[in-house]
């Protein structure tokens, strides 16, 4: 545990030292700030059906900073030391490749846990100004963080595996982005066919579907299927990130 602690510190020490952090900080402030005021201007409309949560998270334009955090969170993560010829020498101490996987995957989900904290303060900032005429329900509101906590260890994992894969930077910038988003666009698949599939495909469908997570528990309902799902893959691709770091450490 020493050891892990150890790398831990070294990998958030190596994000806040760059500017990359601070970007990737200022470009979600500034887009969930913009998500927030737009769904403020909904309800200054008229009643609605929706919450200030639901009007928050489920609209296209929250999307917009989503994905760009994950390649820049995580391109740097193994394809830097490659590059630079550190994964070498990381690895000559008397280290497990299961603990630099384990302490840079969890320096990187740090950070990302650390990027929502503005939005959350925003929410308790409106409670304040308004008095409580803004009802912010906290079920929802504890749900919508809850499944973008597990839909970003997935897609973190699966920008570190592409990492692992490259020494390119943004070669894993762009894979990563790529994924990401093609597994995002099976939720706009849904949207797009609508009813001119059976039903039990859309089922399939919504099954891995973003969109349809973040709208089941942006509305306060908590289903343990995406939790598992997310857990599964993310567990899957750190072995997998694993395996490709292995390998490499014992190439002849």
């Known amino acids: 545990m020493r050891l892990l602690w150890i790398l831990l510190k070294k990998e958030l020490r190596s994000f806040f030292v760059s500017p990359v952090a601070y970007v990737v900080l200022a470009l979600v402030m500034l887009l969930s700030g913009y998500s927030l005021r737009a769904a403020l201007s909904i309800l ?16 296209n334009w929250f999307w917009l900073s989503y994905f760009f955090a994950f ?21 000559t101490v008397p ?8 302490a840079k995957f969890s320096a990187a989900l740090l950070v990302y846990g650390l ?6 303060l925003n929410f308790e900032l409106i409670r304040w100004i308004t008095a409580g005429q803004v009802v912010v329900p906290g079920g929802a509101l504890a749900g919508s963080y809850l499944i973008l906590a597990f839909m970003g260890a997935f897609n973190l994992a ?3 595996l592409a990492s692992s894969l490259t020494s ?28 001119r599939v059976s039903e039990s495909f859309v ?26 799902y997310y857990s599964s893959l993310t567990l899957l691709l750190l072995a997998f990130t694993h395996q490709v770091l292995e390998f490499r450490r014992w190439k002849p």
Not at 45 to 59: D, K, L, N, T
Not at 115 to 120: D, Q, T
Not at 206 to 224: K, N, P, Q
């Open 95 to 102: 280290v497990e490749t299961w603990q630099v996987v384990l």
């Open 71 to 91: 390649p820049l969170l995580t391109m740097r993560l193994f394809a830097e030391e490659k590059k630079m010829g550190t994964m070498e020498t990381l690895f």
């Open 44 to 59: 200054e409309r008229g009643p609605s059906e929706g919450s200030i949560v639901q009007w928050m998270f489920q609209p």
């Open 115 to 120: 990027l929502w904290l503005p939005s959350y």
């Open 168 to 195: 390119n930077q943004i070669i894993a910038a762009v894979v990563s982005f790529t994924l990401s988003l093609l597994h995002f666009l099976a939720g706009l698949f849904i949207m797009v066919l609508g009813r």
């Open 203 to 228: 089922d399939i469908i919504s099954y891995f579907a973003s969109m349809e997570h973040i709208r089941t528990f942006s509305s306060g309902l908590l289903d343990t299927r995406p939790m598992v």
């Open 158 to 160: 699966l920008g570190c």
